[in-house]
């Protein structure tokens, strides 16, 4: 929490989670590199650990706080009381999931990207569309991580994701999940792909993607069991509703090859010596390379 007086964060982020542990290091440290400086982690009744890894990435200077939201199916609410908490702190508030990334081709700073805008006397929302990428081929967890390991995606893009400024929110805090309403005079902007675009790495090998079976965290979104909205953007096309490996998952919703971020990120967090990305180290082995 910002002292009273403080200056705000420019940049911070909010999403909610079940049972996402294993990939929360990759999805906080590479969005801190690229500038978000405050974390709100909303858990859904996870039992995997998140707070062990929210403690370390505190250890490393990540500044997550891990907010206990035990409803089920209230994601919406959840933004909203968020939103809430962000207005105190930050100029500028992310919800976006843990398995989707920003990639910023040009820039590679998103607290650049959206700063540009603090001072709009008419823009509070700025929206970057997704790429959904599939297994790309394999059939287990990428020991390097999503951004490394899935490299094949649908050609054409899906949604948006959105930073707002929470102060600039209509009083309500009504949000469908991907964005919020607007005070009245305010408005969205829309970013071009070759600026920012998300990687959304939303069909993984199975034995990940299967847990969406269980259940959804959206109000709105069906759960997956249930027979209803078959033709919905929040499934996979051609699954039905029992949680069942296609024989050819791997080799689904590959239409372009796109390399770009693991290229990115090898290039610039891949250790020198070891090979390592940071999330696949140690918080003591960590710090011990960062001095």
């Known amino acids: 929490m910002r002292e009273e007086g403080e200056a705000k964060y ?21 969005h801190s590199w690229l500038g978000v400086e405050r974390w709100f982690i909303y858990d859904n009744n996870s039992d995997d650990g998140l707070q062990d890894v929210a403690d370390e990435l505190n250890s490393l200077n990540h500044n997550v706080t891990r907010h206990v939201w035990p409803w089920v199916k209230a994601q919406e609410a959840g933004f909203s009381h968020c939103a809430l908490r962000a207005k105190y702190e930050c100029n500028w508030v992310g919800f976006f999931d843990v398995d989707e990334f920003f990639y910023l081709p040009r820039q590679n700073s998103l607290r650049a990207l959206v700063s540009n805008y603090t001072d709009s006397p008419t823009i509070a929302e700025v929206r970057t569309m997704c790429h959904s990428f599939g297994p790309s ?3 287990a967890p990428p020991k390097q991580g999503v951004t490394v390991g899935y490299t094949c995606r649908v050609q054409a893009p899906e949604r948006h994701k959105s930073f707002v400024r929470p102060d600039l929110l209509d009083v309500t805090l009504l949000n469908i999940v991907h964005h919020f ?23 993984q090998v199975w034995d990940t993607f299967k847990a969406k079976f269980f259940r959804r965290v959206s109000t709105y979104v069906t759960n997956w069991q249930d027979d209803q909205n078959k033709g919905s953007k929040d499934r996979a096309p051609g699954l039905g509703t029992e949680a069942v490996e296609p024989p050819d998952w791997r080799l689904r919703f590959c239409e372009v090859w796109d390399t770009g971020l693991k290229d990115f990120v090898l290039d610039t967090f891949a250790d020198g010596a070891t090979g390592l990305l940071p999330w696949e180290r140690s918080s003591s082995s960590a710090s011990s390379s960062a001095r």
Do not use: D
């Open 137 to 139: 081929g394999l059939t």
């Open 181 to 203: 309403k607007l005070r009245e005079g305010y408005r969205t902007t829309n970013v071009a792909e070759t600026t920012a675009v998300i990687n959304h790495y939303k069909y």
């Open 10 to 30: 420019e940049l911070c982020a909010c999403t909610m989670l079940w049972n996402q542990a294993a990939v929360l290091k990759e999805w906080v440290m590479y």
